[in-house]
């Protein structure tokens, strides 16, 4: 197993285990009063992140690729191929993680918690749960995807995804413990969003070995999911958790330096 693999399951692992970790906090009271106080500057932080990220990193290197790339359109590369095309597909991304986390799973708020006496039904938790899935096994595409065009870019998507999985972890633990649920049920649930993440980080990796110019068309759709998750989850929760405390806002821009701060350590202190 070469270097880059290893690389790839390390992060796909670490990913898994802040879905659980964030999960299992749940359980511990004074663990889980001080996480929750945390969990909304987190959820700001990254959602900057993983908004500048997407925008400045993802997005652009699509384009690219789709320049160079051969496709079956006439043989040529006009502008509607080189912008078309990839758009449509960041399209069809965000669409997608809005159709499986909000019209299938209609209750689902990432980084919310669910009260213990807000008791929600078993089936609802499991939807919520099921909307996750796409999005999760998409953030392993999009480390997969990122590091094989380049491993710095693959890294600061994988810091972009870690930092939303904690949250992410005690979104889904507060719906198992709000349906009745318990410590065996939230561990479960966890595993099996972590371990989605990890099946896309080993996927995409397999058919990218097998299959040319796949990155092409999986990165532009990682991009949309990344996108929905960044604009059309995280901040609506920050905006609605923050309340009137500008410290919450102004950790999104925290989040969106911190991109820059690491973006410029990775490409130009570290880079090739």
Same mark, same amino acid.
């Given at each position: 197993?070469?270097?880059?693999?290893?690389?790839?399951v390390?992060?796909?692992?670490?990913?898994?285990?802040?879905?659980v970790?964030?999960?299992?906090?749940?359980?511990?009271?004074?663990?889980?009063?001080?996480?929750?106080?945390?969990?909304?500057y987190?959820?700001?932080?990254?959602?900057?992140?993983?908004?500048?990220?997407?925008?400045?990193?993802?997005?652009?290197?699509?384009i690219?690729?789709?320049?160079?790339?051969p496709?079956?359109h006439?043989?040529? $590369?006009?502008?509607?191929? @080189?912008?078309f095309?990839?758009?449509?597909?960041?399209? &069809? /991304?965000? =669409?997608?993680?809005? !159709? +499986?986390?909000?019209?299938?799973?209609?209750?689902?708020?990432l980084?919310?918690?669910? $009260?213990?006496?807000?008791? @929600?039904s078993?089936g609802?938790?499991?939807?919520?749960? &099921? /909307?996750? =899935?796409?999005?999760? !096994? +998409?953030?392993?595409?999009?480390i997969?995807?990122?590091?094989?065009?380049d491993?710095?870019?693959?890294?600061?998507?994988?810091?972009?995804?870690?930092?939303?999985?904690?949250?992410? /972890?005690?979104?889904?633990?507060?719906?198992?413990?709000?349906?009745?649920?318990?410590?065996?049920?939230?561990?479960?649930?966890?595993?099996?969003?972590?371990?989605?993440?990890?099946?896309?980080?080993?996927?995409?990796?397999?058919?990218g070995?097998?299959?040319?110019?796949?990155?092409?068309?999986?990165?532009p759709?990682?991009?949309?999911?990344?996108?929905?998750?960044?604009?059309?989850d995280l901040?609506?929760?920050?905006?609605?958790?923050?309340?009137?405390?500008p410290?919450?806002?102004l950790?999104?821009?925290?989040?969106?330096?911190m991109?820059?701060?690491?973006?410029?350590?990775?490409?130009e202190l570290?880079?090739?």
């Open positions: 197993m070469d270097q880059n693999v290893l690389q790839l390390l992060f796909g692992l670490l990913a898994a285990l802040a879905n970790l964030g999960g299992l906090v749940i359980f511990p009271s004074k663990l889980h009063s001080t996480y929750k106080n945390a969990l909304k987190l959820l700001a932080l990254s959602a900057g992140f993983m908004l500048a990220v997407t925008l400045f990193e993802i997005f652009p290197r699509s690219e690729l789709w320049n160079t790339v496709h079956s006439n043989g040529e $590369h006009g502008l509607t191929d @080189i912008f095309w990839p758009i449509l597909l960041l399209l &069809g /991304g965000y =669409l997608a993680t809005q !159709f +499986f986390e909000h019209t299938i799973a209609p209750h689902f708020h980084g919310a918690e669910v $009260h213990s006496d807000h008791v @929600i078993t609802s938790a499991y939807a919520g749960i &099921g /909307g996750l =899935l796409i999005h999760t !096994f +998409f953030d392993g595409v999009s997969a995807a990122a590091s094989q065009i491993q710095n870019v693959g890294l600061l998507v994988f810091i972009a995804i870690f930092l939303h999985k904690f949250p992410e /972890g005690f979104t889904v633990g507060s719906m198992m413990v709000s349906a009745g649920k318990g410590f065996r049920e939230v561990l479960t649930a966890t595993s099996i969003i972590g371990a989605t993440t990890l099946l896309g980080v080993l996927t995409f990796y397999a058919v070995l097998s299959i040319q110019g796949s990155v092409a068309y999986a990165m759709f990682a991009a949309g999911v990344m996108l929905y998750v960044a604009a059309s901040i609506p929760e920050v905006n609605h958790h923050g309340g009137k405390k410290l919450v806002s950790s999104v821009f925290a989040g969106v330096a991109f820059f701060c690491l973006h410029f350590i990775v490409h570290f880079g090739h």
